[in-house]
């Protein structure tokens, strides 16, 4: 995998209207919105749900419990979490961990996409049902569940990002362990793809 700290300022600009967003009333309760972090030039990104309790405090992605067990199961299968970008389609914690709101997801959208964007990865993987649902919206993929679609690669075609695999949400895994070797199956999957350029 490809490896580059440097900072762009575009990454940055995004990151700098999220901190400022008002654009749903999530802004109201938050503690800290959460941009994501990783390399401008990451070949790999992790699109989730929305921050928890720990990202609203910290202001960062994936620190609680499940990003610890994801963060764990990418290092066994050979993904360096410092080398990818971690994000989420809601950059506002919703009260009580609640479910995205159609509305919110409309307004904070434009945010990922950009990111999207800006980054251009190899391989887009998306963690649950919200962040597919958005994807698959955007650029026409199969309406399934995850439990459906998990570990499928789509090409996708309007955009600098080349590939998108659907797989669990993290904090499913921590409810049914009985998920997690076909989530580290499907992230060995994403792996392989880094390696195809279309
Ligand atoms: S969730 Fe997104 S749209 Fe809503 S306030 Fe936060 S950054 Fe803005």
Known sequence: MRFDD????????????????????????????VPGEGPQHASMMFIGEAPGAKEDETGRPFVGQ?????????????????????TSILKCRPPENRNPDPDEVRACAPFVLAQLDSISPIVTVTLGN???DLFS??????????????????RLHSTGARYLMPTYHPAGLLYNR??????????ETALKYLGMRP
């Open 137 to 154: 919206s955007t650029f026409y993929l199969p309406k399934r569940k995850v439990g459906e679609v998990h570990g499928k690669v789509f």
């Open 178 to 187: 009985k998920l997690i070797p076909e989530f580290r199956k499907d992230l």
């Open 66 to 86: 499940s990003g610890q067990l994801m963060t764990d199961i990418m290092k066994d299968v050979g993904i360096a979490r410092e080398e990818v970008f971690i």
């Open 130 to 132: 919200a962040a597919y």
């Open 6 to 33: 440097r900072l762009d300022p575009l990454l940055e600009e995004i990151a700098e209207k999220i901190i400022n967003c008002t654009r749903c009333p999530l802004a109201e309760g938050r503690i800290n919105a």
